[in-house]
């Protein structure tokens, strides 16, 4: 459908984020609709790689109103199951998504945001961003990159561990996602993973439910005015799942210190080590994907907008961001956090609009 159509509110993007935040609005009696790219529910688990699993049990990664049923045999859900259940979400609570419809940009316009689609315009009192960060996956600049005659990947590229058998491949990252690709190719690959520091994992016994409750902490300490408790960063870096786990134990997953540059044929460190690659994967992290909030003019210098009530625009009051991190609300880019912060924007909204 193509045309000029009127709404109080559009949530942009239908994964978790936008899924939570039409739950709470649908709850509170608010007209909304939800504008989602992608051509089937899912959101970014549907791209993720095979051997993905959630860091937590169903049970704890469940969105407002329903809990995610387990997955027989898996203490940790895939990312299949977790589009399933997206899927069945949005299904259970007749969510009026639309897709696949692309937010070309958000632009003011008199009393209302005027939402360009290539579908069409809609104007609306209130605009939720949720359309996370894995759309715009960050590539450091590190010498050489252009140079590398071999295979670059970034984390949202990687599948299977099977496409590299017997090559060799560098995996650059310390974080969760860096630690778990190179635990499924430290098998049968010759690996070689880097980092920028030594890697810290959690305590075996630490999974999501832990680190929802310390970015929760440190949320209310900061807005108490109390001391930083440091949050997840206080507790390590990686989560322990158990393929991470074999493979640490085993003696698999050793890493050692980030080069300084590639050449044509692999990496070489400051000491004039080298080695040689056939493939080189940069879980090298993400940043928010906001072209589409472009023509508001709100960015600041590191690329985020200021919010206050952790997730309205401070210089645009009827744009909400949602799901983004931290900074839209403790744990709102996991399923188990963005709950409470979309009831929260929720609330706010419904008393905007009144």
């Not at 929802?212 to 870096?237: H, K, P, Q, W, Y």
């Not at 309205?312 to 996991?334: C, F, I, K, N, Q």
Request: glycine share 12%; charged share 25%; hydrophobic share 40%.
């Amino acid at each position: 459908m193509t045309g000029d159509r009127h709404i109080q509110v559009v949530i942009v993007g239908g994964g978790q984020a936008g899924l939570a935040a039409g739950y709470h609005l649908r709850r509170l009696g608010v007209d909304f609709v939800i504008l989602d790219a992608q051509s089937g529910p899912g959101g970014a688990w549907q791209h993720a790689w095979d051997s993905l699993h959630l860091f937590s049990p169903a049970a704890f990664s469940s969105l407002p109103g329903r809990l995610m049923p387990p997955q027989a045999g898996e203490e940790y859900p895939d990312a299949e199951h977790v589009v399933a259940y997206l899927r069945a979400y949005e299904k259970r609570y007749e969510l009026p998504v639309e897709r696949p419809v692309r937010v070309h940009g958000v632009h003011r316009d008199g009393p209302a945001l005027r939402v360009e689609t290539d579908s069409g315009t809609w104007h609306a009192r209130v605009v939720i961003s949720a359309t996370g960060t894995w759309w715009r996956p960050f590539l450091p600049a590190v010498p050489g990159r252009s140079a590398f005659e071999g295979r670059q990947l970034h984390t949202v590229d990687y599948r299977r561990p099977q496409d590299f058998t017997g090559r060799r491949v560098i995996v650059v990252g310390g974080g969760n996602s860096g630690a778990q690709i190179a635990a499924d190719l430290a098998h049968d690959t010759h690996l070689t993973w880097v980092t920028q520091r030594p890697p810290r994992f959690l305590a075996d016994d630490i999974d999501g439910r832990a680190l929802f409750d310390a970015a929760t902490a440190r949320r209310r300490a900061l807005d108490e005015g109390s001391i930083d408790t440091g949050g997840v960063a206080s507790l390590g870096d990686i989560v322990a799942v158990p393929p991470v786990r074999e493979a640490r134990d085993r003696g698999l997953l050793k890493a050692g210190p980030m080069f300084s540059g590639l050449t044509p044929g692999g990496a070489e460190w400051a000491d004039g080590t080298r080695a040689e690659a056939d493939a080189i994967i940069w879980c090298t992290g993400f940043r928010p994907a906001l072209s589409h909030l472009a023509p508001l003019r709100l960015r600041g210098r590191r690329g985020h907008i200021a919010t206050a009530g952790t997730t309205r625009a401070v210089d645009e009051p009827r744009l909400h961001l949602l799901g983004y991190g931290d900074w839209t609300g403790p744990a709102s880019a996991t399923l188990i956090g963005v709950g409470r912060t979309a009831r929260d924007a929720a609330r706010q909204i419904r008393d905007f609009l009144r």
